[in-house]
């Protein structure tokens, strides 16, 4: 089976302090991808990245930024928190391009004070 | 980039057979239709996808209109397990709010 491992299911962050999240899959997936939840909105598309040390903006980048340095592992940076980054947070891996199924890490609660 | 349209709730009894809708009018012709189920608490997980014909796996059945603009996500039986906000997707991968379903016993 696939398993896709977030650091932390909880989290808890002041303003301004730089946050680190990280993802890590055991398939030897090519695609990453970071998503946010709200209520209401769905799941949307942070970044993704398709190869090792490549990556791509999905639609709601600003704020964030993320690295791919080894294949496995895929992190996503908050330079500096604010309270609206408060959210759920969910990676995911897939093979291939776009199109593949993704499978799901069990996502991190970030909340900002 | 091509869009789908979901109803944003949906209640069935549990037992009975549930048929969870999903419009996709600008579909293009090489999209497969993906739907994945998100259980309280937890990531998104994989049920089902197609590309023309009706699929059928253990969780699930995929019925995909002729004309590819629409497709239907069956559970042949309702379980209380099955309460969960499901999404329908296309290449794009793009999720919106889905249709949460409410199972009552």
């Known amino acids: 089976d696939v398993k896709v491992t977030q650091s932390s299911r909880y989290l808890v962050k002041r303003t301004g302090e730089k946050v680190f999240l990280e993802c890590v899959q055991d398939m030897d997936h090519e695609n990453m991808f970071w998503y946010r939840q709200d209520p209401g909105l769905g799941l949307r598309l942070i970044y993704f990245?398709?190869?090792?040390?490549?990556?791509e903006k999905g639609d709601i980048p600003e704020g964030y930024s993320v690295s791919r340095e080894k294949k496995e592992r895929f992190s996503l940076i908050l330079e500096s928190a604010s309270t609206n980054q408060t959210s759920m947070y969910l990676c995911?891996?897939?093979?291939?391009?776009?199109?593949?199924?993704?499978?799901f890490g069990p996502g991190t609660r970030l909340l900002v004070l | 980039d091509a869009k789908t349209t979901q109803p944003n709730s949906m209640e069935s009894n549990e037992e009975e057979p549930v048929h969870l809708p999903c419009n996709h009018s600008?579909?293009?012709?090489?999209?497969?239709i993906h739907w994945y189920r998100q259980l309280p608490s937890q990531g998104p997980e994989y049920v089902i996808h197609?590309?023309?014909s009706n699929v059928n796996n253990r969780m699930a059945s995929l019925a995909i209109a002729e004309d590819r603009k629409s497709s239907t996500l069956i559970l042949h039986r309702a379980t209380l397990r099955d309460a969960a906000v499901y999404y329908c997707?296309?290449?794009?991968?793009?999720f919106g709010a889905g249709t949460r379903l409410t199972v009552k016993p």
């Open positions: 990245s398709y190869d090792v040390k490549m990556k």
């Open positions: 197609g590309l023309t």
């Open positions: 997707i296309l290449h794009d991968m793009r």
């Open positions: 995911a891996s897939s093979r291939g391009q776009v199109g593949e199924t993704q499978y």
């Open positions: 600008t579909i293009s012709g090489t999209d497969y």
